[in-house]
């Protein structure tokens, strides 16, 4: 610990920006997860990073700073049939057409990066819509996606909210 105020110490005296800089992210992103359980806040900002409906790609891209493992309880539901609004309200969710899968940490990397979901969806021809709902401390944070096959080769994600 003195060691580290040493460093810190010699790094103000000798004018190094870049270290400085680097000093100054870590405490910032100490103090944003210090502060999630107590600020809904800051649980909005990461549940937002997970559903990619931050405001702005630099948003999204500065919250790629903070350590996102295991912060909510994530689920997402698979459908060929679309999620209407009453969704939300099923508590059950035991719909018989849609999959169900709990993921860690960003739940739309199932959609996005997976292998076998892009082979198993690039050729059936119809949309497929994924329900992803995050929860932490009596929060909860919906989205809906529909996945679609652009022209056979690639999957196009739009998010219907």
């Not at 993921?103 to 979901?117: E, G, I």
Request: proline share 4%.
């Amino acid at each position: 610990m003195l060691n580290n105020i040493k460093i810190l110490r010699e790094t103000v005296k000798e004018n190094d920006i870049l270290s400085a800089s680097f000093y100054l992210a870590i405490f910032l992103v100490s103090l944003f997860l210090i502060s999630m359980p107590f600020c809904p806040w800051s649980q909005r900002q990461i549940m937002e990073k997970f559903h990619l409906k931050n405001g702005s790609f630099g948003e999204w891209a500065l919250f790629q700073f903070v350590p996102s493992m295991y912060n909510f309880v994530n689920e997402t539901w698979v459908s060929q049939r679309p999620f209407a609004n009453d969704f939300d309200d099923d508590w059950n969710k035991n719909r018989p057409d849609a999959i169900h899968y709990w993921l860690n940490h960003y739940p739309l990397r199932y959609a996005t990066f997976s292998s076998d979901m892009r082979s198993k969806y690039l050729g059936i021809g119809q949309p497929t819509y994924l329900y992803i709902r995050s929860r932490y401390r009596g929060n909860d944070f919906i989205s809906v996606y529909e996945l679609q096959s652009k022209d056979g080769k690639s999957l196009d994600l739009t998010r219907i909210r």
